[in-house]
């Protein structure tokens, strides 16, 4: 099984940049589709951007779309995501999720979760 571990978040302000990362282990990381989902305090947990294999295509949630960038590297079994011109909407505990197969933007069908780490943006 995949393991999933995330780093890199912390306390912004508005405008402010921070580099997420996710640190997997366990199996082949190359062969899953990776993303990254986000839950704010009272609100569901929401997809926000994902990163295929075969070709290396990205997709990211509208919200986010021209702000962030959702890269991998295989070789280190690591995925990134940067996270720019940050507002306080952004803030929210960010999670990696991997699944076997093709990338999707609903959490539930992802099987493999880190534990999540708190990104805080202050006005």
């Known amino acids: 099984q995949v393991q999933l571990v995330e780093s890199g978040g912390g306390l912004v302000q508005a405008g402010g940049s921070l580099r997420l990362s996710c640190a997997a282990s366990?199996?082949?990381?190359?062969?899953?589709?990776v993303a990254w989902f986000r839950q704010a305090p009272g609100q569901e947990r929401e997809f926000v951007a994902t990163?295929?294999?075969?070709?290396?295509?990205?997709y990211y949630a509208d919200s986010v779309k021209g702000r962030f960038t959702i890269s991998r590297d295989n070789a280190k079994n690591t995925v990134y995501l940067q996270m720019n011109s940050l507002n306080p909407e952004d803030t929210a505990v960010y999670y990696c999720?991997?699944?076997?197969?093709?990338?999707?933007?609903?959490?539930?069908?992802?099987?493999?979760w880190g534990r999540g780490t708190q990104v805080t943006v202050s006005s």
């Open positions: 999720a991997a699944r076997a197969g093709v990338t999707a933007t609903t959490y539930r069908a992802y099987e493999y």
């Open positions: 366990g199996r082949p990381f190359s062969s899953n589709a």
């Open positions: 990163i295929t294999w075969s070709g290396g295509g990205t």
